[in-house]
């Protein structure tokens, strides 16, 4: 099993309280129970999590999002010859209840065909970062109200999957442009889409291109650093750091190898398996997505990004005029709010970029 998936999960994005003495006990109180009570009622109210993947046309993105949930997300047949080619922008949502083990999990799946299709791609960010900033503006209209509801519905983006093509060379200035606005308003997890394309050797190098256009241009993809509460998360998300962006393999097909069914693809030279690591690191994905970060994911939007953003329209707003039942903030402007200024880990690195410039 891989090192990565051994780790411990790494903690709330809250800030650590201060440390309080402890204090002795003389005796079983049964405070362990409250774990047996949290999950009871986390198994009653199920949990949500909502996922958008961007990236140009063919490169997978459905077909990864059902082989990540093993289950057919998009019920849609692939387009034909004669379908039209989309001339604008168009995010499509779909929401489905998984269930396993009991445990019920509410999934919304935003993809956004159409994007990069054109030859004039000039903001066609705009549509993706207009619906996540949608989406915190429902959510705060909801949270201001008085009289509000006990379970508020959460239709924020939890994270941003971010496809990039098979290139083999670095990033386009396309991909800069859009990932350098994501990462401010959204977690985003960039990953090398049909991977099968490239040899093993083509693929490491990419990456490593992938890493340093992403420092050079102070792009913090998710796990940040700056969100690494204790030396447990600095290891495993350290681990993390260094693989990305994962070379992933999407397949819906099972055939049998070796006397099991695998899900995989086929070619004229073999068997892809999209669950063996010595083919694509499709587990890595899947491991972050679902089994070690999706609370923390989620909690990082609500602290993070959703917070940002709720500052932003509460400083837009200068009056906050009063209703029977509820209060409302000022019409959302058009653009999207003000980001706050680039982080310290971002703006050392710039530092450092100015200083290696002035040496040559």
Known sequence: MDPLRQSPSPCSSRPSSPKTPPCEIHG??????????VKIK?????????????????????????????????????????MPIPQTLQLKSVTHVIEEK??????????????????????????????????YERYLQEEILITRQRHIPDTRVHCCVYFV????????????????????????????????????EEREAFRRRIQHNLRT?????????????????????????DRIPFAVVGSDQEYLVNGRCVLGRKTKWGIIEVENMAHCEFLLLRDLLIRSHLQDLKDITHNVHYENYRVCRLNESHVLPRGPCWV????????????????????????????DEDDY
């Open 328 to 355: 409302n903030l000022a019409p959302t402007p058009p653009g999207p709010p003000v980001a706050p200024g680039p982080s310290k880990v971002c703006r050392q690195a710039r530092e450092d970029s100015d200083d």
């Open 165 to 200: 093509p098979p290139t083999g060379h670095c990033l386009r200035p396309l991909d800069i442009e859009l990932l350098q606005r994501l990462c401010r308003t959204v977690n985003v997890v960039p990953v090398i889409a049909r991977a099968d394309s490239l040899t093993l």
């Open 28 to 37: 079983y109180v049964g405070i362990e129970d409250v774990l047996d009570q």
């Open 217 to 241: 241009h102070c792009i913090e993809v998710y796990p940040q650093k700056c969100f690494d509460e204790d030396i447990n998360d600095r290891i495993l998300n350290s681990k993390i750091r």
């Open 102 to 135: 009991g445990v019920k999990l509410k999934l919304t799946v935003t993809d956004t065909p159409g994007f990069g299709d054109q030859i004039n791609n000039d903001k066609c960010w705009d549509p993706i970062l207009g619906y996540i900033n949608e989406q």
């Open 42 to 82: 986390a198994m009653k109210m199920g949990f949500e999590f909502n996922i958008m993947v961007v990236g140009q046309s063919g490169l997978g993105k459905s077909t990864m999002v059902s082989t990540l949930f093993k289950s057919k997300v998009w019920k849609c047949t692939l387009p034909g010859l004669g």
